[in-house]
């Protein structure tokens, strides 16, 4: 009989009670077993390591870094960066908010087509974009040279710089606003619109005073990634030669080698990014983050557009064209034209199987150490669940490149058998996209009652066996998404890529950016499509499983 | 006496950020066999009682014994998953990517038994052949019997129901209520279920027990309950009730609608005596001491509502026949001729 018992000590022992976990008589909560709690708090320990380090190399060079920092013309980054972000938050949100709204609550001709091609931009890189952009609209590119055949133009102006970065960026990022208010908007109950109209509201009336403002938590969030993409993205301002945090940190670690110095930088790029998150806390106000209410089962009616139609399609189709159309076509008529002149596609295969395999990694890591920490926050919440959760999200602030620098100081001092790795690279990957794992998997989870587990407790199962005979199982959609969602960031991740490869292990990311830097767009474009064709994969599994209510 | 399939003592529980005790020195014993009903308003500390016994939470202090054996206490604590118990949910919480029948068998570690049991299972709660459906393919009343199935199968020591029929329309649940009745009479089953709703406490139970802000009130059969409430709380809570102010003159006890059928020579002043509508009755009159200020029309009978000089309102039932308006001037005459039950404050006085 003793086996069948778990004997608990009456008075828990400080440190349980420190760590807020309570022992089971007293506390009023259930401990949570060992099999959650490790592995979560292990992996809010790796999620801030780098940070950690980051703050710990910077203060290594004393008051210096400071003084360093001061001089650097570390404002005129800051503002130029600010500059970027503020244009292509707007924009983006100028972009995707009608658009979601056409898409989801109007009788916009070739609705569903539209709410699928306006997500796909996503897949391709930013770098790619940029490159893209030099070629059509620079000085000398194939826009100058049309209308040099037409009007004897010989030069155009500089399109680096704010505006052609802006305008790549935008082009590319827009789809993280329309998702999130497409999500907002199916959350809605309908019967708000309805009772609008009764009181007498017409359709515009209702969609200013009704729809708009409750599409605000949704904007915020959306423009919240769409902010920190910008912050972080490093290939376009390079290409585009435009001086913000992650170029001038690539300049100064590549260059000038003073690593204290971008350790400090990154520093001050991560509390931007953190005032961004703040900013949007502020924004979204006391507004409830967009939910799918309950029972919003009937789907809404739609909004009439009446004339309003065509120039409603004129601008979805024009988005559309701008933001893929144009780039797949100058894609593949520079891919042409590279094979035309010799360029060959076998060398890419060993680099797209690497690129595969290092996000392949990546996703399966991200996946595997999310389920213990969604399951531990959400089920045994107390001080600990509560730190970890919030430690969990770090990578969310955390740019690419401040990442990377931190993991190559931290290889290079602590762990140098690691220094170089795969294993390296893939960590970097994981801390920077967990919280997509996490976010994916923790909403299917919120959607499994608590009662299953207690049902199957009651049924005389052990924990474990819970975990892998109720849990998992309605865990795995959730698991997919996360894994498809870390695959296809992980796909087009440069940064990283570039400072923590191995050495010779190319993927299509460095392979791209070492033809675009050097201006060999031809050679750029046939890894480029490759690399869009192999993120279609997971983007259309991710679109397949996107709610279709209110079709 | 045989050992009680489930018995509580002193279980108290208090959950953090909270100023009081969500169950205060509790004390329960089930009989095996029996069927007993937690009954009580939400927040009462029912559901708490439950899940304390199934050992989803742990008291503060007191004992919980299952068949003897202690399963919570000082320095001890048994999981819920080796408590021999079975557990029924409001939601029914049915393995969403499991069949019926895997459903039905998830206790069930011996596989060569597994089959056997299940089907014996399904066909106790009449569902035989559904066995290869989905949880969501079924309906409300179905879903609430594989349930039910599913936690019978590994023969449990006590079955534990949380509100079981409350996600069910009315028609169905007065339906489904007789059934699980029978299902757990005829396998003999120790069951204890919470419920909000008298009726089903009152038709469900051997006995009854009324909580009220995380207190015992009174453990009974379900006429006890009824016409010999414990509390007022109880008397209250339970059926339709009104007070009235008893007076002792000469070891007789009188109200304003008359005379109580025994004598006291002990009644503590400002005892009130608690009157079911079917205690009195009224008679149009001039020089009557109420009037009717609401009606309502019961079917085979009228409840009326009458405001009384006094300051005081009492609900008397008439046959369908005694039809007056309201406003009309009456007399309330005490017809009962059984000893009723008489308070001061909160308790019971004899």
């Known amino acids: ?551 | 006496m045989s050992v009680p399939a489930v018995q509580c003592t002193g279980v108290t529980k208090r959950f953090p950020h909270t100023s009081a005790d969500a169950l205060h020195e509790f004390d329960l014993s089930a009989e095996a066999g029996s069927i007993l009903a937690l009954l009580g308003p939400s927040g009462s500390g029912k559901t708490t009682a439950l899940r304390i016994i199934a050992g989803f939470e742990a008291p503060d202090s007191g004992t919980v014994e299952i068949d003897g054996r202690l399963v919570a206490g000082p320095g001890r604590f048994v999981r819920a998953d080796r408590r021999k118990i079975g557990m029924v949910f409001q939601e029914y919480a049915l393995f969403p990517h499991l069949t019926v029948a895997a459903n039905v068998g998830f206790g069930i570690e011996d596989r060569s038994v597994r089959g056997q049991r299940v089907s014996e299972a399904l066909a106790h709660v009449g569902l035989t052949g559904l066995d290869a459906r989905m949880p969501h393919e079924l309906s409300g009343g179905q879903q609430q019997r594989v349930a039910l199935a599913r936690a019978l199968c590994p023969q449990p020591s006590v079955l534990l129901l949380d509100e079981p029929f409350s996600n069910l329309d009315e028609a169905l649940r007065k339906q489904v209520r007789r059934e699980v009745r029978d299902i757990l009479k005829f396998t003999g089953t120790t069951a204890l279920f919470v419920t909000h709703d008298q009726d089903e406490a009152l038709f469900m139970g051997d006995r009854v027990a009324v909580l009220d802000q995380g207190m015992l009130q009174q453990v009974a059969t379900p006429e006890e309950i009824y016409h010999t409430p414990g509390t007022r709380f109880v008397a209250e809570f339970i059926g339709i009730g009104d007070f009235l102010p008893v007076h002792r003159e000469e070891g007789r006890l009188t109200t304003v609608a008359g005379t109580l059928p025994w004598p006291s020579e002990t009644m503590a002043e400002g005892a009130e005596v608690l009157l079911r509508p079917d205690d009195l009755t009224i008679s149009p009159s001039e020089s009557g001491q109420g009037i009717i200020s609401d009606r309502q029309f019961q079917g085979s009978t009228y409840l009326y509502e009458v405001a009384l000089e006094i300051g005081r309102t009492v609900r008397v039932m008439q046959h369908h026949t005694r039809q007056y308006d309201v406003g009309t001037k009456v007399d309330v005459r005490l017809i009962a001729e059984h000893r009723m039950a008489c308070f001061v404050g909160g308790e019971r006085v004899e």
């Open chain 1, 1 to 551: 009989m003793g086996a069948m018992q778990t004997t608990v000590p009456q008075t828990g022992g400080l440190l349980r009670r420190m760590l807020g976990l309570g022992g089971v008589p007293h506390a009023g909560r259930r401990r949570a077993p060992a099999v959650l709690w490790l592995p979560s708090v292990a992996v809010a320990i790796a999620m801030v390591l780098p940070l950690v380090y980051l703050v710990e190399r910077s203060l290594d060079g004393g008051g210096e870094v400071v003084g360093l920092l001061w001089r650097m013309r570390t404002a005129e980054i800051a503002f130029r960066s600010a500059a970027l972000v503020a244009v292509v938050t707007v924009a983006s949100a100028l972009i995707a908010a009608p658009l979601a709204w056409l898409t989801v609550r109007t009788d916009l001709p070739l609705r569903r087509f539209w709410s699928v091609v306006t997500v796909l931009p996503l897949v391709i890189p930013s770098y790619v974009g940029a490159f893209l952009v030099v070629v059509a609209l620079g000085p000398r590119g194939m826009l100058q040279g049309f209308l040099e055949s037409l009007f004897g133009i010989e030069r155009l102006p500089d399109i680096s710089g704010l505006w052609g970065a802006a305008l790549t960026i935008t082009l590319l990022s827009f789809p993280y606003t329309l998702l999130s208010v497409r999500a907002g908007l199916w959350g809605q109950d309908p019967a708000l619109d309805e009772m609008s109209r009764s009181l007498g509201l017409g359709q515009w009336k209702t969609l200013w005073r009704v729809t708009l403002p409750q599409m605000r938590p949704s904007i915020a969030a959306g423009s919240l990634l769409v902010a920190l993409y910008t912050l972080s993205d490093f290939g376009a301002v390079s290409l585009l030669r435009y001086e913000t945090f992650t170029w001038a940190i690539y300049l100064q670690y590549e260059t000038a080698f003073n690593r204290a110095l971008a350790a400090g930088l990154s520093l001050v790029m991560i509390a931007a990014a953190l005032s961004l998150v703040v900013l949007e806390a502020q924004a979204r106000g006391r507004s409830r983050y967009y939910r799918a209410a309950t029972g919003a089962a009937r789907p809404a009616s739609l909004v009439q557009l009446g004339p309003w139609r065509w120039p409603a399609f004129a601008f979805a189709a024009a988005v559309t064209a701008l933001s893929l159309g144009m780039p797949l076509a100058l894609l593949a008529y520079w891919a042409v034209r590279g094979i035309a002149a010799g360029e060959t596609v076998e060398l890419l295969w060993g680099n797209a199987l690497n690129s595969v395999y290092a996000s392949g990694l990546a996703a399966v890591v991200a996946v595997l150490a999310a389920v213990p920490v969604v399951v531990f926050t959400l089920r045994y919440p107390g001080r600990v669940s509560w730190v970890v959760e919030r430690l969990a999200y770090t990578g969310f602030a955390l740019p690419g490149i401040a990442v990377a620098l931190a993991l190559i100081f931290f290889g290079a001092r602590f762990a140098t058998p690691l220094y170089q790795t795969l294993a390296l690279l893939v960590f970097a990957y994981v801390v920077l996209f967990f919280p997509q794992a996490l976010g994916a998997i923790r909403s299917t989870y919120l959607q499994v009652s608590p009662r299953l587990s207690e049902s199957a407790m009651s049924l005389g199962k052990s924990t474990t066996s819970i975990l892998w005979r109720v849990t998992l199982p309605l865990m795995v959609p959730g698991m997919l998404a996360g894994g498809a969602l870390v695959f296809l960031t992980a796909m087009k991740e440069l940064p990283a890529t570039l400072l923590l490869s191995p050495i010779g292990f190319g993927t299509l990311a460095t392979s791209i950016w070492a033809a675009a830097e050097e201006a060999f767009f031809a050679r750029a474009a046939v890894p480029a499509l490759l690399l869009v064709a192999v993120s279609a994969v997971p983007t259309a599994f991710l679109i397949l499983r996107e709610p279709r209510r209110g079709q």
